[in-house]
Structures are given as structure tokens and as C-alpha cells.
């Protein structure tokens, strides 16, 4: 396996908490700060020293736990510059496609407004992670709050553009009702119907269903597939744009 050990749980009711360490220089990084109890909890468990805190967004459920883990580690807080006045204590501020280097790995910056205006998602390029924060779900997408649907679209086009094998992270465990949505609108395509199958069984026995691959959501990710076929067909959209079956797909997820 690769340089990093990534420890992964959950937090709240249904927010990812996730720790990356490189196992040679120990050090140890948190994806957001949902809860500070338990991602210290975590990192007295497998006896690491937080270093850094890479936040993808301001809502209060990524940001959290930050001025505990900033008073007890002094790590390096890391964040959105376009956020900067609502994320507290940031110690260095980033923008789209820049680089930050962790432990001798290049991560590159990319902006996904939709969510929030600001938000932003980290590549480790060279060990192929994404950590999507509230950007990309299992199966889902994040709610478009402050964005349009064509920016959101726009964000989501970034992420189908890296390499298929990349290993996902995401902000939430909302998998099933992902699942459920994408099933009731192509209920007929076999790498969805047993992709389902699959979440059901795990959230049945409470085990996580993340992280994903980008191979993964490529075949039964709706909001990845706006050029497919029988999707139009369904929609009765065969004319439409692939940014507006998005949007129908976003709107009808709303209301579902
Ligand atoms: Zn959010």
C-alpha cells in the first residue's frame, strides 16, 4: 500500500472524520474538524500527533472542532482564501490550483463552488486520494446552497477528469438515500441495482460504505453521468444539454 495510513470513522451523526498520516514522517493530518473529541480520541488511539488540518468549507460541521485541535497541537490550519473571515484560526490560505506540499507529497488545490461559494478539495496527486469534503458523495452530490447548478456542474467536470482509479473521501455517510435516489430513476442498470444491493448490506450491519472510486461513481453516479443515454431517454431529456440534466437530477433529488 501507499506511503500514508488513513484512518477513517464517523462522527456527529453522519459526518466522516478522517486522519492521514505518512507512516515514515508521522506526519498526521485531519480532513475538517467535525468533532474534536473524537479525533483526538483517534489520534491518542493509534498514538499520532495532529500536524495539520486541511478544512474544505465553512459549515459549522467540517469547522467545529478546530480551536480545540489548534489549541492542543499548534498544527497548521489550511483553508479556503475565499472563506477566510468565516473559517477561525487558518494559517494559510489557498486557491484554486495551487500546490501545498504534505510530508514530500504535492496536493493540489481545486475549487469546487456549488456547495459553498468557496469550497475546495484536496488531490493528492501522486497516491491518487481526493478528499471531496462536502462536494462529491458516494453515488451524490453536496446540496447546491450559495452556487448555480452550472457551477456545481462545472466543479463536478473537474473531479470526472482525474484518474479513474482515484480513492475518494467524502464528507458524509449519505450512501443509501444516494443509492435509493439513483435507483428510482434507472432502476433497470445492473452496476446500480448491485451497488445498492451492496450499501444495503453494509448500512445494515452500521459498517461504512466509503471510501468510493471515481471508476465507481463514473458508472453509478448520476450526477456523473448527464451524457448517458438511457439517462436522457428517461428523463425525457434527449435534447437537453448534460449541464441541464444535472440540474433536473439536482432538483429532483431535492424534493425526493
Ligand atoms: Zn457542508
Avoid: W
Wanted: proline residues 4%; glycine residues 6%.
Amino acid at each position: 500500500m501507499g506511503k500514508f495510513n488513513i484512518n477513517h470513522f464517523i462522527c456527529r451523526s453522519d459526518n466522516y472524520g478522517v486522519i492521514i498520516s505518512d507512516k515514515n514522517s508521522g506526519l498526521t493530518a485531519s480532513i475538517d474538524a467535525p468533532d474534536a473529541e473524537i479525533i483526538d480520541q483517534e489520534l491518542k488511539r493509534n498514538d499520532l500527533k495532529l500536524t495539520h488540518l486541511f478544512i474544505t468549507h465553512k459549515h459549522l460541521d467540517h469547522i467545529e472542532g478546530i480551536e480545540y485541535l489548534k489549541d492542543k497541537y499548534g498544527c497548521t490550519v489550511i483553508g479556503p482564501e475565499k472563506e477566510k473571515d468565516e473559517i477561525p484560526l487558518l494559517d494559510i490560505t489557498v486557491i484554486d490550483e495551487e500546490y501545498i506540499d504534505f510530508s514530500g507529497s504535492p496536493i493540489k488545490i481545486i475549487a469546487t463552488p456549488g456547495h459553498t461559494l468557496g469550497h475546495i478539495i484536496y488531490h493528492f496527486e501522486q497516491d491518487n486520494l481526493l478528499f471531496a469534503g462536502d462536494t462529491l458523495f458516494l453515488m451524490g452530490c453536496g446540496r447546491v446552497f450559495e452556487g448555480t447548478h452550472r457551477q456545481m456542474f462545472e466543479s463536478l467536470e473537474k473531479i470526472k477528469k482525474l484518474s479513474p482509479d482515484t480513492t475518494i473521501y467524502c464528507g458524509h455517510e449519505y450512501s443509501l438515500a444516494n443509492a435509493k435516489f439513483v435507483a428510482s430513476i434507472l432502476p433497470d442498470n445492473n452496476n446500480i441495482k448491485k451497488r445498492l444491493h451492496e450499501i444495503e448490506l453494509l448500512r445494515n450491519k452500521n459498517k461504512h460504505t466509503l471510501p468510493t472510486l471515481l471508476n465507481d461513481e463514473l458508472k453509478t453516479n448520476l450526477f456523473l453521468m448527464s451524457d448517458n443515454p438511457s439517462l436522457k431517454k428517461k428523463l425525457d431529456m434527449s435534447d437537453a444539454t448534460e449541464e441541464e440534466i444535472f440540474s433536473e437530477l439536482r432538483t429532483k433529488k431535492d424534493n425526493f
